[in-house]
């Protein structure tokens, strides 16, 4: 399970474009797909080795003026599924 | 060994074969109506045998392409095969065990990466007419395709598993492959819409969004879809397609009543 103090960096061989409102993301070694919303995007492109992942959601609560504990349990939870589907990588874990 | 050679033609593409006669010799028979048109521009295919490669482990078609940089390579026990989309060649080398259909699959490996080269694309999807209009319906292998042109009797079926996509003056062209089953001799149509299958218990068309429906395709573009090189020019591609012909989900069941839904929403 990921950590609020994780770091985690974008795979490096995904490929994104965006598609009106949405950012597909492509696993060209897998053969998927993910196609994320407006805040899926942002946090994708806020997941850039450094900042940890408590960082991105107070970032993204701030920038969507959206509930920060809400924003935390998404965070944390769509991290979760990017990394088990190949787009995210965890570079630095907390403990 | 025998040699021999024979030019093999779809849609836009010519591909000139050169290799063992026990491999091409079945091909030829079975495509000989899939000739070249005059001045096509051929890509030399060469085919050769060669017995220091270990034995073969199961088929061709097991092995993933893997593609850099425009040339795309396969290896597997028994098979070193490559296609550079730059110089316009591909050779294969295979161990004695290997057979017609091993070759057969190194030549769609070949005609994605030369359709694509010249502006169109190989596609994973059944072609079906339908009232003189063409509908591919796609998904990954199990989604349906076989099933559905089953169902789409007595329609011309292009191909139940691939098909060529080109660009025409009016919108996009859908291209028959031998490589699949067929039913009929249509060779091409305009294309109308893409379905993307969905087994389900109700038959329904649904909207896609367009991330979806670019995810979708992209995801279905053999070959290609696998290098990472490539694929910003595949999204962009299935964008320019998806401009002109509309996606929608298609929601089918093992009967034919996906066309009333399709004629009475889209026909």
New interface residues.
Partial sequence: MLNWDDVLTKAP???T?E??D???V?L??Q??????NATGARMLRLTDGIRTLREIARAIALEFNADPAQVESDVLRFAQSLVERGALTVIKRHG | MNLAHFDLGIAGTALRLDGPEPWLTPLRVAWASWTPAAETPMWPVAIAEDATLAEPQGPLFDARPRCQGGVCTLRAPGFQGTVDAGQGLADLRAHPAAAPADVGYFLRVVLAVQTFARGGMLFHAAGVEHRGKGYALFGVSGSGKTTASQFSAPDPVLNDDLLLLWPSTDGWQMYATPFGKRRGDVRHVALHSLLRLVKDSDVFLAPMSPGQALGELASNTPVLSADPLWLPDVLARWEIVLAAVPAYALHFRRDSTFWEVIDAELG
């Fill in positions: 061989a995904i490929v474009r598609s009106g949405e950012l597909v492509v060209p070694e053969g998927k797909f993910v196609v994320l």
